[in-house]
């Protein structure tokens, strides 16, 4: 068997005293869409702002495709082919759509001052710049290409998420939430880019409560409870499972 | 007064030159850098006295300066690394006060309060007053041109966006992929080094330097400028060095020709009207006279 993609083990990040990931072991393996579930303050989010490099774990390690990169910079990780979404959208609202995809491209000369004088990078701008186009396309944002992002819809905010993650050409895309607040067609929509994503050699980590599509799409699927992972399988089988009811539902101290 | 208008406009100039290098760093990068009045002093400083002590021509003075100017960038953008909005803009004001007691009180190198004087200009000794004034006019006109090009084209390059995207969001433009410290130090050498530039101009220009030159209050021009010309525009910021220089002098002699006032309160009347009038245009126009334009792409069939 072959590595998983994303390997995390004892991840540890406590906020005053609060053990919010306490030990988590975690695999992702190449070509998933893994969902990541469990109760309200479980650590899911911190899990994600751990791995993604935007908070610094306290301790443990996270390899990706074979490489540590626990407590590294985000712009490390990102470069490294994994990257993040938010769960409130973060669309920079000065920049246009297409400026917000074109931040995201990778390796882009111009970004270096003399290279930028001088339009060295103009080949590499233009390919990203072509792109941002076909992600706009694909993700039915073209009549709002060039309006600033923070004149976006909730629901078109929640497209650039992925679409600014997709710029980058990821190996591996986190997702927070990407279904929340979102109306039912808008959700199969982005189920339907996912999945399609996925055939095109994407994989996925993501969490989300929205059980309908977790059941649809995801597999496996782990469970995280106080900080830890609680459980691991199919979703048939984590729906059966009675810790993982507990940790939803509450213990039944009188049975 | 044909003298006095060019000189006014040589110091427009030199005020657009520091603008530019104030909307690179605060109007594009977002970073709130207080200490401009210390980068000015440097730059002036560092050309004043490699000419007038170690006798270096004035065409390898102003680059001297230049470099300096931004190597005091380089290091106050690492010393601030961690520091955004307020706090960065006091540790930048106090930087531009350790600037000038520096040259008020190391007299062994300074000339301490005195200032120094004599600083060469290009040619001053062979020219007539006006010629000289007309010949240095053309030259920071010529920067000026210059400057305005490469940080429009800088502006409007991913290096600019990337930078705007910084000034709004730190956390997603490194989650984009950016060495969000890198792309500051960069800004800061390259914005400090223009107001370094600026100082060097001054001082070949006015042939005196002192540290009252270099009080706080030409930061806070400069800022307005920048405000009132359009954040992160480049145009923007000359256009603004202008109103403010202009206006600076129009109200002196408005405030010169009410004569039922005294010399002090029409000094007071001077800085009420500027102040006035910036509340009016920034009431108007929240972002400034130019704003800041988002690129638009067109999608030819590709």
């Not at chain 1, 980058?168 to 990407?178: G, K, S, T």
């Not at chain 2, 102003?62 to 290091?75: F, H, Q, T, Y």
């Not at chain 2, 007539?128 to 305005?148: D, E, M, Q, R």
């Not at chain 2, 010399?263 to 929240?286: D, G, M, T, Y």
């Amino acid at each position: 068997m072959t590595a998983p993609l994303l390997q995390v083990r004892g991840l540890k990040r406590s906020f005053y005293g609060i053990h919010a990931v306490n030990g988590l072991d975690l695999d992702v393996s190449e070509g998933t869409i893994t969902a990541l579930i469990g109760p309200n303050g479980a650590g899911k989010t911190t899990a994600f702002q751990c791995i993604s490099g935007v908070v610094r774990p306290d301790s443990g390690s996270v390899i990706f495709a074979g490489q540590e990169i626990a407590g590294c910079a985000p712009n490390v990780i990102s470069q490294a082919g994994l990257l993040r979404t938010f769960q409130i959208a973060r669309g920079i609202s000065r920049l246009s759509v297409l400026e917000n995809l074109l931040l995201y491209a990778q390796e882009q000369p111009d970004e270096a001052i003399l290279s930028a004088l001088l339009r060295r990078g103009r080949q590499a701008e233009e390919a990203a710049l072509e792109r941002a186009w076909q992600i706009v396309r694909k993700l039915n944002l073209l009549r709002v290409a060039n309006n600033p992002a923070g004149a976006l819809s909730g629901g078109q905010k929640k497209l650039l998420e992925i679409g600014r993650a997709l710029m980058a050409e990821p190996r591996m895309i986190m997702l927070d939430e990407p279904m929340a607040g979102v109306n039912p067609t808008l959700s199969g929509e982005i189920a339907e880019h996912i999945v399609r994503l996925r055939e095109e050699g994407v994989t996925f980590l993501m969490i989300e409560h929205h059980m309908e599509m977790v059941s649809k799409f995801c597999d496996p699927v782990i469970v995280m409870a106080e900080g830890r992972r609680l459980a691991q399988g199919a979703f048939k089988d984590i729906a059966e499972n009675e810790q993982v009811q507990d940790a939803y539902m509450g213990r039944r101290r009188w049975a | 007064m044909e003298n006095y208008l060019i000189a006014m406009t040589v110091f427009a100039g030199i005020y657009a030159i520091m603008a530019l290098g104030m909307n690179l760093i605060w109007g594009l990068g977002g970073m709130v850098n207080l200490g401009l009045a210390g980068f000015y002093a440097v730059g002036a400083y560092t050309s004043a006295l490699v000419t007038t002590k170690l006798g270096l021509p004035i065409y390898l003075a102003v680059p001297l300066a230049v470099l300096v100017s931004a190597l005091v960038g380089v290091i106050v953008a690492v010393i601030t690394a961690r520091l955004q909005g307020d706090y960065l803009a006091i540790v930048t004001l106090g930087l531009a006060e350790l600037v000038r007691l520096t040259a008020s009180n190391e007299i062994w190198l300074t000339n301490g309060t005195d200032g120094i004087s004599g600083v060469p200009g290009p040619w001053r000794g062979v020219l007539s007053p006006t010629a000289f004034n007309s010949l240095y006019l053309g030259i920071v006109l010529c920067i000026i041109a210059v400057l305005f090009l490469v940080l429009s084209r800088l502006a409007a390059s991913p290096f600019g966006r990337v930078l705007r995207a910084i000034r709004e969001d730190e956390m997603i433009a490194a989650v984009a992929g950016k060495n969000v410290l890198s792309f500051k130090i960069r800004t800061f050498a390259v914005g400090c080094g223009l107001v370094g530039l600026a100082g060097a101009l001054f001082a070949h220009y006015s042939s005196y330097v002192a540290p009252d030159v270099f009080q706080s209050i030409v930061t806070i021009h400069v800022i307005l400028a920048v405000a009132v010309g359009g954040v992160g525009n480049m145009r923007g910021a000359l256009l603004g060095a202008v109103i403010v220089i202009a206006l600076g002098e129009a109200t002196r002699f408005l405030a010169g020709s009410l004569d039922f006032i005294a010399p002090s309160q029409a000094a007071a009347v001077r800085e009420s009207l500027i102040a006035l009038f910036l509340i009016v245009v920034l009431n108007v126009r929240k972002q400034g006279l130019l704003p800041e334009k988002t690129p638009v792409y067109s999608e030819e069939k590709r």
